[in-house]
C-alpha cells in the first residue's frame, strides 16, 4: 500500500506522516539532536509545557534555517492550566519559550478528568485558535468520552489525539473511534520505550525479510495503520533510519503478526486516561 508523506487534518491543514518526539531532550546537547532531527528531514516537532524544553525547540528551528511555513509545531498545555484563563495564558507562554508567532497544533496533554476542567480548557484552545495563536486544536491520552465531552460543548472536532500506541498496546478500539470522528491517530512511545519488541518473532522476521531494523518495522506498521508515530532519538543514525519508511512495504500477514503481539497489559505504566493525572 502507498503511505502519504502527509496527512490532510480535518480543518485542512496538513501533518508529515512521521513526527519527530523531543521528550526529555533539553539544554545544549538537546537542541543539537533536535537540529540534527530537522537536518535528518523531520518536519514535526512535538514538545510539552511539562517536558520543559520549549525554549530548546525553538532554538533548534532558529539554528535550523528551516522556513518556519515548513515546520509543524506542536506543543500541550498541562492539567494545572487547565482553567480557562490559565490555559489562553499557558498557550501564550508557550509561544513565548518558543519564540513563535503561532503554534501549529495545541494539544490537552491529559484530560484529569478528577477536575472535570478539560472541556473549559478544549474550549479556550478554540479561543485561541480564534484569535491566531494556533493553527490547530487536538487533545492528547483522551478516551472516547472526554472527545465526544469536547466535541458536543464546542462543535470542533480535535484534528488530532495523541495516544500511547505501540505493538504490545495498538489501540484498537481508539483508533476505531479516531476514524468514525475522523481525527488523526498520533502515537507517543511508538517504539515501547523500554519494552520495545524488537527481539519478538514478528518484528524480527520482517526486519529480515526486508533488510531493515526492527524500530522500522514497528514504524512502518504503524504508517500502515494510518498513524503518525513520533519517535524520539538522540542518535543521528537513528534518527535518520526512523525517517526512513517508505521504501518497503509490510505484507498483510506481517501487519497482523506484529497486531498480534497486544497484551492486555500493553500499557508501559499505569496511564489510564481515566484515572492517571498529570499536573
Not at 116 to 122: P, T
Not at 179 to 202: C, H, Q, V
Not at 227 to 236: F, R, Y
Amino acid at each position: 500500500m502507498t503511505v502519504p508523506l502527509t496527512h490532510t487534518l480535518n480543518d485542512g491543514a496538513m501533518l508529515p506522516a512521521v513526527g519527530f518526539g523531543t521528550y526529555p531532550l533539553k539544554g545544549e546537547n538537546g537542541i543539537r539532536a533536535i537540529v540534527s532531527a530537522l537536518d535528518a528531514g523531520y518536519r514535526l516537532l512535538d514538545t510539552a509545557v511539562n517536558y520543559e524544553n520549549e525554549t530548546e525547540v525553538g532554538e533548534a528551528i532558529r539554528r535550523s534555517g528551516i522556513d518556519r511555513d515548513e515546520l509543524v509545531v506542536q506543543t500541550k498545555i498541562p492539567g494545572r492550566d487547565h482553567e480557562y484563563a490559565s490555559a489562553i495564558a499557558s498557550v501564550e507562554g508557550s509561544l513565548a519559550r518558543l519564540g513563535l508567532e503561532r503554534v501549529d497544533v495545541g494539544l490537552i496533554h491529559w484530560p484529569n478528568p478528577s477536575r472535570g476542567l478539560y472541556v473549559d480548557a478544549y474550549r479556550a484552545l478554540v479561543e485561541c485558535q480564534r484569535r491566531g495563536l494556533l493553527g490547530s486544536v487536538g487533545v492528547s491520552n483522551f478516551t472516547e468520552r472526554h472527545l465526544l465531552d469536547v466535541i458536543d460543548a464546542t462543535g470542533v472536532v480535535p484534528v488530532v489525539n495523541q495516544i500511547e500506541l505501540h505493538p504490545l498496546f495498538p489501540q484498537v478500539g481508539m483508533r476505531k473511534v479516531h476514524e468514525r470522528l475522523g481525527i488523526r491517530t498520533e502515537a507517543w512511545s511508538p517504539l515501547g520505550k523500554r519494552s520495545a519488541p524488537f527481539d519478538a518473532e514478528p518484528v524480527a522476521a520482517a526486519a529480515a525479510a526486508h533488510r531493515v531494523t526492527p524500530a522500522q518495522v514497528v514504524l512502518r506498521w504503524q504508517l500502515q495503520l494510518g498513524v503518525v508515530p513520533l519517535p524520539k532519538s538522540a542518535d543521528p543514525d537513528r534518527q535518520r533510519t526512523n525517517l526512513d519508511l517508505f521504501g518497503f512495504e509490510l505484507t498483510p500477514a506481517e501487519l497482523d503478526a506484529v497486531a498480534g503481539l497486544a497484551r492486555p497489559d500493553g500499557r508501559l505504566f499505569d496511564g489510564d486516561p481515566e484515572t492517571h493525572e498529570e499536573m
